[in-house]
């Protein structure tokens, strides 16, 4: 299962393309592998969501297009692709028995790219490679528009003489789309010997950067947003309109599909619809603390906790302990948010908490009845503590699965796909330097929860450096009670 | 000459099970995909396929005998076996598994247990003939190797 780096590829394109694909089907899984080697794919397989998305956050740039089945036990498929698309933003075809028009939508929905009926035939499999050359187009563009708008800023700040600006500006665009054309062929060519150029050119958007973005997004109101008020307002040079258009729309999305959350109400209540349709905060919030369990080197949000000295108050024990406490957390904090945010917010912040406590995916060690003492806890402490909680998931600890057993008595959405990866919202919030311009807006959501309890200012500050000051809270009150965390859930 | 015979014998066989449903397209995409590198590829793919799905039915069995029925639940487990059938082309085991998620869908306790005995003959039938076949496969098999022309 070994996967060479793109530069060892010598075959033409599409010859080597290296598909991941992820099946909980066994029998699946070695018929997928078999009809992908004979397309000439190099493939990678994989039984496990988790296990999926562990191995393409390790290595982010060995696949270039990711098939995964929609039905599994450890994670609903959609979920999976949400993440993949959001952290990765690599390619992910769906795959299922069954073919209703309203699954095959929800696929589309949560951004797959193709979505195959089983059985799946080897022509379908010998096209997927189209999905790669698309993306590697539409980055291309990314990129083209980049140089051009950033030359246009650099001409139009230099120019004192507002009609030289805009001589400059049209000569400018000429000139770079010249030479961008120049430019382009080579890394058209590029990029299919080697995908991973393409990817380092992207925008990421970092903690700090989305912070940016969503201070200017409260500031000029969100009502009245538009990309290049943003823009302006971030002052970030090199970024782009584009960039900053495409941030806000998945912004945007993943605030309406917490609002939905939201309005749909209690925990058990209405989760299971809400769920099944409209999940996508619980994956947004997913993956980030995916990210922080699985992968804290590679991960930029551990690397985040780190610099915010969280790792070397916290071992992975106790990251465990707080994962369980974060879940237990966002259920008891509710109450605390609900009080605390701003109303637009605090239904967000509602909502994604809500996301967490049914989720069979927790991974918590803790049993249900330890819950209820966490969560009791939890409201006496600031609200700075959810973030902390979130950003101590270094481990995904397989043992503690018993909270799991524990919530099965509790409705779930969608019995197929039962399995939320709730673990990841909490983190997700703070997950921003990943691709996830969702997380990202949860983060947005849950700054108020944690300075309201600082400061009286309801506007946002920036994640790190509330982050940080709830750090510092809980390093200095907290050791003591992670004890008392640690002991609830064992 | 004996060996034409047993070919003879296991394409009969295999077409009967075709023409009563037992197979479909599907497994002939399988046997497509056997190649020298993988040259007992359907047979591997089937063990695969029994061995699993016998879990999964047991995992259905127990889930029948939870009280109260939880229907949906029921329903996800019969779809992962309908899932994997579609792997090999079990077309009447597909079928069963249909009808019986249909039980589920209307909380028909007594249609989901008539089925679910159903599926169970299905799948033992099916398993029996299967590896009927792939016995005498084996016998015919090295022969033709044999009579291949060498690359």
């Known amino acids: 299962m070994a996967n060479p780096s793109a530069s060892t590829r010598t075959e033409a394109f599409p010859v080597g393309l290296r598909v991941l694909v992820v099946d909980d089907d066994p029998t699946w899984l070695k018929i997928l592998e078999k009809m992908l080697r004979k397309c000439s794919y190099e493939v990678t397989t994989c039984g496990l969501a988790r296990d999926a998305l562990e191995m393409l956050r390790e290595r982010k740039d060995h696949f270039d297009i990711v098939i995964s089945d929609v039905n599994m036990p450890d994670m609903d498929g959609f979920k999976l692709l949400e993440h993949v698309g959001l952290e990765m933003d690599l390619p992910v075809i769906m795959m299922s028995i069954d073919g209703e028009t309203s699954r095959v939508m929800k696929g589309v929905q949560h951004g797959a790219c193709d979505y195959l009926l089983k059985p799946v035939r080897m022509k379908e499999l010998r096209n997927i490679w189209q999905h790669v050359y698309r993306k590697k187009m539409h980055e291309v563009k990314e990129i083209e528009g980049h140089y051009i708008n950033e030359n246009i800023q650099i001409m139009k700040n230099g120019s004192d003489d507002f009609e030289d600006r805009h001589l400059f500006s049209g000569a400018d665009i000429n000139y770079v789309r010249k030479r961008k054309d120049g430019d382009n062929q080579e890394h058209s060519d590029q990029e299919f010997s080697d995908p991973a150029t393409v990817k380092k050119a992207r925008v990421i958007w970092s903690v700090d950067l989305h912070q940016k973005f969503v201070n200017a997004v409260n500031q000029i109101g969100f009502d009245k947003v538009g990309p290049k008020k943003i823009l302006d307002l971030m002052n970030v040079p090199g970024l782009t309109r584009e960039n900053v258009a495409s941030h806000l729309q998945k912004y945007r999305l993943y605030l309406r599909r917490l609002q939905k959350q939201n309005e749909g109400g209690t925990f058990s209540g209405n989760m299971h619809s809400d769920f099944s349709c409209e999940d996508v905060t619980g994956n947004f919030d997913m993956h980030s603390s995916t990210q922080m369990q699985q992968n804290g080197a590679s991960s930029k949000y551990t690397f985040t906790a780190q610099k915010i000295q969280a790792q070397e108050m916290f071992s992975d024990a106790r990251a465990d302990d707080f994962k369980s406490i974060s879940s237990l957390q966002v259920t008891g904090s509710k109450q605390a948010l609900v009080c605390d945010i701003p109303d637009s917010q605090k239904v967000i912040s509602v909502s994604r908490l809500g996301v967490l406590l049914p989720s069979k995916d927790m991974m918590l060690g803790a049993g249900k009845k330890s819950l209820e003492p966490a969560i009791s806890r939890q409201q006496s402490w600031s609200g700075g503590i959810p973030v902390m909680q979130f950003m101590q998931y270094p481990k995904h600890d397989h043992e503690r699965c018993s909270l799991l057993e524990d919530y099965s008595c509790l409705p779930k959405p969608d019995q197929e796909h039962q399995v939320l990866y709730h673990l990841d919202t909490p983190p997700s919030v703070i997950s921003l330097t990943c691709n996830t311009e969702n997380d990202m807006s949860g983060l947005s959501e849950f700054k108020p929860v944690h300075t309201n309890h600082r400061s009286s200012h309801t506007k946002t500050a920036s994640p790190l450096s509330c982050m940080t000051d709830t750090l510092s809270v809980q390093v200095d009150s907290g050791s003591s009670n992670t004890q008392d965390y640690g002991v609830a859930f064992e | ?151």
């Open chain 2, 1 to 151: 000459m004996e060996y034409s015979n047993l070919r003879r014998q296991a394409a009969y066989m295999k077409k009967s099970l075709f023409d009563q449903g037992y197979l479909d397209e599907q497994f002939y995409q399988l046997e497509e995909l056997q190649d020298d590198v993988s040259p007992n590829f359907v047979e591997e793919v089937v063990t695969l396929f029994f061995r699993d799905s016998a879990r999964l039915i047991s995992n259905i069995e127990q889930a029948l005998d939870k009280c109260p029925q939880e229907f949906s639940k029921l329903n996800a487990f019969v779809h992962q076996l309908k899932g994997s059938t579609s792997s090999i082309g079990a077309s009447r085991l597909k079928n069963e598994c249909t009808r019986f998620r249909d039980y589920c869908d209307e909380e028909n306790l007594e249609g989901c247990l008539k089925s679910f005995q159903k599926l169970k003959r299905e799948h033992a039938v099916l398993r029996q003939k299967l590896e009927s076949y792939f016995q005498l496969l084996r016998q015919v098999g090295p022969v033709e190797k044999a009579t291949r022309p060498s690359m």
